[in-house]
C-alpha cells in the first residue's frame, strides 16, 4: 500500500538549503505539515515565507545539539502533535587522506552524519511503533555504497548511517514504520563548497548534477512508494552494479575518478 503524505507531519533537517529546503518545499506541495529545521533561522524564515501558509514551520535546529533537539521535537509536537516521518539530512564533509584530515573533523562528521541521526531516530520511533506507522528516511551518499580515495572518512560516516538503515529496517519489520535510504550522487548544492578540504585538489566527482529538486521529488516519491533504497545519478547506479559483480573493478574505477576528482597536493 502506498503512504499517503498529505497531511502527515514531516521533520527534516538541514533545510536551509539544498537537498533539504527542496524537500520542504516538496513535502509541503504534497500535502503535508513541513517541520523545517537547521540552524539559519533567517534562511528558514524566508522559506516559510516563500511557501506561505500554517503548514510549514521554522524550527532552529543544531542536530549535534541534545537540548536543541529536544526543543525542537518539543515544538513540532506541540504544533501538531506527533511526528509522521523523520528525514535525516543534514550532513557535512572533510575531504583529505586518512592520515591528514584532522581528527577533530572526523569526530564532526560522526557527530553530525550519524550520531544526531540516531539521537533523532530514538526520539521519534516510539511514538511511531505505538501507532504502527510512520517513516525513517536517511539520506546517505552514492559513496556511502562505494568509497574513493580522500572521501574516505566522508565516505566511512555515510556508510554507517547506510548499514543503520538496513539494520534498523529488520529491527522494525511488521511494525508498520518505514526505514527508507536514499543515496544522491554529485548534486548542486553548495555542500561541497562548505566542505572542508585537507591536502587534496577537490573538484566535484561528476559534471552532471542533479538538482535538488530533483533529488527531493525522489525522496518524496520513495516516501509515498515505500521505495526501501534508492540509489540517484547513472554513475551512482553503475559503480553500486559493478560493486556486487567484482569488488576489485569497482575499486579500480573509483581509484582512477579519484586521480582526478580528489588528486593530492604535491
Known amino acids: 500500500m502506498p503512504y499517503t ?47 506561505g501558509g500554517e503548514r510549514l514551520i521554522p524550527v532552529p535546529l543544531d542536530v549535534t545539539d ?31 587522506s586518512v592520515v591528514d584530515v584532522p581528527l577533530e573533523h572526523v569526530e564532526q562528521m560522526l557527530r553530525l552524519n550519524f550520531t544526531a541521526p540516531v539521537a533523532l531516530i530514538q526520539a521519534v520511533l516510539p511514538e511511531m511503533i505505538a501507532r504502527g506507522s510512520g517513516q525513517i528516511i536517511n539520506i546517505s551518499s552514492v559513496v556511502g555504497n ?11 560516516t555515510k556508510a554507517a548511517l547506510s548499514s543503520l538503515t538496513t539494520g534498523l529496517r529488520m529491527e522494525l519489520r511488521g511494525t508498520g514504520v518505514d526505514v527508507l535510504l536514499v543515496s544522491p550522487g554529485s548534486t548542486a548544492t553548495a555542500f561541497f563548497q562548505a566542505a572542508a578540504i585537507t591536502g587534496t585538489k577537490a573538484h566535484r566527482i561528476a559534471k552532471s548534477q542533479y538538482s ?12 509515498h512508494l515505500r521505495r526501501r533504497e534508492v540509489t540517484l545519478s547513472v554513475e551512482g547506479k553503475a559503480i553500486t552494479a559493478i560493486r556486487r559483480v567484482s569488488h576489485t573493478l569497482a575499486d579500480t574505477i573509483m581509484y582512477r575518478v579519484a586521480k582526478t576528482a580528489m588528486p593530492p597536493v604535491k
Open 5 to 51: 503524505i498529505r497531511d502527515k507531519v514531516v521533520l527534516i533537517t538541514g533545510a536551509s538549503g539544498g537537498i533539504g529546503r527542496a524537500c520542504a518545499v516538496e513535502f509541503h506541495a504534497q500535502g503535508a505539515c513541513v517541520a523545517a529545521a537547521a540552524r539559519s533561522m533567517d534562511k528558514l524564515e524566508a522559506l516559510a515565507r516563500e511557501v
Open 212 to 223: 535538488p529538486q530533483r533529488v527531493a521529488r525522489a525522496v518524496v516519491r520513495s516516501s
Open 146 to 156: 562505494q568509497p574513493m580515495a580522500r572521501m574516505s572518512l566522508y565516505s566511512a
Open 66 to 96: 541534545a537540548g536543541q533537539r529536544d526543543a525542537a521535537l518539543a515544538a513540532v509536537r506541540q504544533k501538531w502533535g506527533r511526528i509522521d516521518v523523520l528525514v535525516n539530512n543534514a550532513g557535512w564533509a572533510s575531504y583529505g
